[in-house]
């Protein structure tokens, strides 16, 4: 999750009050944050540059907050602060407004139709009036790049420029020119490029190179320019010089260049509503006016709330809780969500739902209930099964193999879901078909190169790595692996399977048998078909990973489900008699025998 680095002292005066740290954790608890951490601005410095240096008794002490990835509201001290003042009661749920303009008054933005090439959308609006210090400069350009990392996809979907409006003159014009024929000063620089050089320049910058990539291979570059043909960014690169706001900017241009139009939408509004409170007029936003391509205009930001009817039934029954409507409505509230008892013909009973601009993470119902659940108190809901939520049926079937194979003396064991090629193939003498396995893209070690196709890698390896153990050793896994599907939409399927080893002085092929039996036993098959009932077969097989005459499948109903036998030492070209012999790949000294079979095929429908 996102973390937020606020000064302690400075978030205290905007909730109006001073709180131990035990008393901010409770409150961040009950809020659904998270107090991650209790540092200070030096300490951080410290670290990073690991010194040595004893702290000084007048640091400021910073929060680390932990944020929910999508509360994109929380990312600053303003949000955070207002969120909390309101969960507090101290504050009413804020109202935000456009400021009441003629559409000809209004600032234009026209969009030229080759932006449709690199980055098609544009959104703006305008903080009149605004007032700024140190501390909130800081953070207005905090929340940028913290917007930029999380919803914006490192600028990928979304790029932000903020701008002096006094330094401009409108209307603006957004852009895409080739590279050669822009040309400007670019923020905290004295000198004059063109776009080309600059994707030079900006190869050494340590910041801004990893944004080089969005679109340094596009024919056209995307670029705003004001009546005067200034320069006012060149996104998701950079800012022009000669507009950068200051400390004495009093008229804030916001801009939002993006691939992905709703996303912009939120980060606009993101940016507007956390900081007019800083506005002449508190909470009013100036808006601008958008011409598209096709000659449509459009007025932003869209500060319309969200609508939503979420039956009361449904709050309680999910949550495991008897609410009455008029405490799920101030329990709302608290979370910034406007909400009103709506009771329609004697029918049941709803909540009417009014979603801010500040709250985009709403979208169902279940974001609803999901905010009285918090706002209520985990700790106070009452322990106990909910009714809608029933288990699958194969997680059923999975927990009462998992219980039977226990009380037989076996111990589960839970082992990574990805493995190396050679693990996957060459250590258990199995050929890759290139149709099976699904290959992680770029791996960052060559021990996660393929996703398992079989439990059967991880069990050996365990035991390789737990040979000094006392013998023997009855280990069994259920989990999941996947293969290649072209009958799915990603490809992929993922399948359960059972797996269970034992490792002694003895192979133990008979105990890994007996094991079979007895699983088969609770499922109610029996061992080959009687009277058309459900049954199952053991047939020879010859697989690579086991003995030749030591092995055996098994068939049910039909269908192959699985194989067990004492694995093979000739994953390593050894000689190997049948009671002793190492298993050289995964380092194991004494035979083993293993089981696996499909837990799926247990549930299909037979015919």
Not at 51 to 58: F, G, I, V
Not at 127 to 132: A, S, W
Not at 255 to 277: G, H, P, R
Not at 296 to 307: A, G, H, Q, R
Request: proline content about 6%; hydrophobic content about 40%; overall charge negative.
């Amino acid at each position: 999750m996102p973390t937020v680095s606020v000064g302690r002292d400075r978030l205290f005066e905007a909730l109006g009050r001073t709180y131990t740290q035990e008393e901010f954790e409770e409150l961040c608890f009950s809020f659904g944050i998270e107090l991650d951490d209790v540092t200070t601005e030096k300490a951080i410095i410290r670290k990073e540059k690991h010194l040595d240096e004893e702290a000084d008794e007048d640091e400021e002490v910073i929060y680390k907050i932990e944020v929910p990835a999508n509360r994109y509201d929380l990312l600053c001290i303003e949000g955070l602060a207002q969120s909390l003042r309101i969960f507090n009661k101290q504050d009413k749920i804020p109202s935000y407004t456009l400021a009441k303009i003629s559409s000809d008054s209004m600032i234009k933005m026209h969009v030229k139709p080759e932006t449709s090439l690199i980055r098609p959308y544009v959104v703006c609006a305008v903080l009149r009036g605004i007032t700024f210090d140190e501390a909130r400069y800081n953070s207005f350009i905090d929340l940028q790049d913290k917007l930029h990392q999380n919803i914006c996809r490192r600028r990928t979907l979304v790029a932000i420029g903020t701008h002096d409006l006094d330094t401009l003159k409108a209307p603006f014009t957004y852009e895409a020119l080739p590279p050669s024929s822009i040309d400007f000063v670019p923020l905290k620089q004295v000198k004059s490029f063109k776009a080309n050089e600059l994707m030079e320049f900006y190869k050494s910058d340590l910041k801004l190179k990893k944004f080089l990539h969005i679109i340094e291979d596009s024919p056209v570059y995307p670029v705003i320019y004001d009546s005067n043909r200034t320069v006012l960014s060149l996104p998701p690169i950079i800012n022009g010089a000669h507009s950068a706001i200051t400390l004495k900017t009093k008229n804030v241009f916001i801009e939002c260049t993006a691939t992905d139009l709703t996303k912009a939408k939120i980060v606009l509004n993101t940016i507007v509503t956390a900081f007019s409170a800083y506005c002449e007029k508190k909470f009013e936003i100036e808006p601008v006016q958008v011409t598209d391509t096709d000659g449509k205009s459009f007025t932003y930001p869209d500060l319309s709330v969200y609508n939503l009817k979420v039956p009361l039934s449904y709050i309680n029954g999910a949550i495991g809780v008897n609410l009455e409507a008029e405490e799920v409505t101030s329990l709302l509230n608290r979370m910034q969500l406007h909400a009103e008892k709506s009771v329609l013909d004697n029918k049941e009973c709803s909540i009417n739902v009014s979603v801010p601009p500040t709250r985009s993470d709403v979208l169902h119902p279940c974001d609803v209930m999901e905010d009285v659940a918090i706002a209520y108190g985990f700790n106070k809901i009452p322990e106990g099964k909910i009714p809608s939520l029933q288990p699958l049926p194969l997680n059923e079937l999975s927990d009462l193999i998992r219980r039977e194979i226990a009380m037989n003396g076996f111990t589960e064991v839970l082992t990574f879901i990805l493995c190396s090629w050679r693990e996957n193939f060459t250590m258990l003498n199995r050929e890759d078909d290139k149709s099976t396995a699904v290959v992680i893209g770029n791996p960052r070690s060559a021990d996660f190169e393929v996703v398992r196709t079989s439990l059967m890698p991880g069990i050996l390896k365990t035991v390789g790595h737990n040979k000094d153990h006392p013998k023997p050793i009855k280990i069994f896994e259920v989990g999941d692996v996947a293969v290649l599907d072209e009958t799915k939409d990603v490809g992929a399927a993922n399948r359960r399977q059972l797996a269970a080893l034992y490792c002694g002085n003895t192979s133990g092929f008979e105990l890994i048998h007996g094991l079979v039996d007895r699983i088969m036993e609770v499922i109610g098959a029996s061992f080959v078909p009687l009277n058309g009932g459900d049954g199952y077969l053991i047939e020879p097989s010859d697989e690579p990973e086991y003995l030749p005459g030591r092995q055996a499948s098994i068939i049910y109903y039909g269908k192959r489900i699985g194989t067990f036998g004492i694995v093979h030492p000739e994953v390593l070209g050894l000689s190997f008699h049948l009671d002793v012999g190492v298993l050289n790949n995964f380092d194991i000294p004494d035979p083993c025998s293993f089981v696996e079979l499909m837990i799926e095929s247990l549930l299909e429908e037979k015919h």
